[in-house]
């Protein structure tokens, strides 16, 4: 079965650090495009960040550049997203994404709170 599943959600003080994890199962993950995407509540999605196929290329969204890592571990057929510096604003539910064919994990929870 094709699927992605989130993980390493939960809640943190303002300038922590947490490591979410997106295991993908049915599909070789560094064969895609794979993207990072948060929902804030009464927000629309937005994409957070994106690493290419071959790995080489990362992009991320002005408001998360210089605190946000995305990465691969091909064995582990993982993707993962370090983020530090974490601010409030940084709360959302966060999604993986496969990008072509487009299939979605389920997200995980980050609250970034006092």
């Known amino acids: 079965q094709v699927q992605l599943v989130e993980s390493g959600g939960g809640l943190v003080q303002p300038g922590g650090s947490l490591r979410l994890s997106c295991a993908a199962s049915?599909?070789?993950?560094?064969?895609?495009?794979m993207s990072w995407y948060r929902q804030a509540p009464g927000k629309e999605r937005e994409l957070v960040a994106t690493?290419?196929?071959?790995?080489?290329?990362?992009n991320y969204a002005e408001s998360v550049k210089g605190r946000f890592t995305i990465s691969r571990d091909n064995a582990k057929n993982t993707m993962y997203l370090e983020m530090n510096s974490l601010k409030p604003e940084d709360t959302a539910v966060y999604y993986c994404?496969?990008?072509?064919?487009?299939?979605w994990g389920q997200g995980t929870q980050v609250t970034v709170s006092s």
């Open positions: 994404r496969r990008d072509f064919p487009r299939i």
């Open positions: 049915g599909f070789t993950l560094r064969m895609y495009v």
């Open positions: 690493i290419t196929s071959r790995g080489d290329t990362e």
